[in-house]
Antibody, heavy 119, light 109 residues
Framework: QVQLQESGPGLVRPSQTLSLTCTVS??????????WSWIRQPAGKGLEWIGR???????NYNPSLKSRVTISVDTSKNQFSLKMSSVTAADTAVYYC???????????WGQGALVTVSS | QSVLTQPPSASGTPGQRVTISCSGS????????VNWYQQLPGTAPKLLIY???QRPSGVPDRFSGSKSGTSASLAISGLQSEDEADYYC??????????FGGGTKLTVL
């Protein structure tokens, strides 16, 4: 049974860089059988896909966030990470990491990590 | 403003059948599989329907999905109190980016 767990600072200052890590257990990121995504949800609002990475190192990003986002993978630790630069209060949200065996099929999710952008 | 349009709310009484719509365009739903996610209060979303109409193991057959042209629908029959949740549709666009609908809050009266 695959499990994902987000970790990282819960408070980030405006204009700084948000950094989160997702630790995966029960599946190997390096197996190449899945895509690994970040998705966020502001309080009381809907889901927004941020981007994905796959084993070859290939990435796809939401065009609206692409200029500020980098997703990377550390296969030795079975982790993948999110960095989002120049954050503002609008980036305050619960950030989820998720696995998808195909483009849309997010079949396993982390519990979510609340990140607040505030001075 | 989501590219995929869902009604913000829906409601029904126990035992009723409820449908939730998701409207898009040829550049997304029209050329994409559609998935549905259920989000219970305070929890992460859960995959409910994939590839338009397929149910993952463990999802009751009370939940069903369909698609016609540029719109998709989620139907819940035999509505139960535990179905009270937010429901999101998802599709990809021409660039294989993932799009989510704005979500529909289902209330069981």
């Amino acid at each position: 049974q695959v499990q994902l767990q987000e970790s990282g600072p819960g408070l980030v200052r405006p204009s700084q860089t948000l950094s989160l890590t997702c630790t995966v257990s029960g599946d190997s990121i390096s197996s190449g059988s899945s895509y690994w995504s970040w998705i966020r949800q502001p309080a009381g609002k809907g889901l927004e896909w941020i981007g994905r990475i796959y084993t070859s190192g290939g990435t796809n990003y939401n065009p609206s966030l692409k200029s500020r986002v980098t997703i990377s993978v550390d296969t030795s630790k079975n982790q993948f990470s999110l960095k989002m630069s120049s954050v503002t209060a609008a980036d305050t949200a619960v950030y989820y990491c998720a696995r998808s065996p195909s483009w849309l099929k997010f079949d396993s999710w982390g519990q979510g990590a609340l990140v607040t952008v505030s001075s | 403003q989501s590219v995929l349009t869902q009604p913000p709310s829906a409601s029904g009484t126990p035992g009723q059948r409820v449908t939730i719509s998701c409207s898009g365009s040829r550049s997304n739903i029209g050329g994409s599989a559609v998935n549905w996610y259920q989000q219970l209060p305070g929890t992460a979303p859960k995959l409910l329907i994939y590839s338009v109409s397929q149910r993952p193991s463990g999802v009751p057959d009370r939940f069903s999905g369909s698609k016609s042209g540029t719109s998709a629908s989620l139907a819940i029959s035999g509505l139960q109190s535990e179905d009270e949740a937010d429901y999101y549709c998802a599709a990809w666009d021409d660039s294989l980016n993932v799009l989510f609908g704005g979500g529909t809050k289902l209330t069981v009266l």
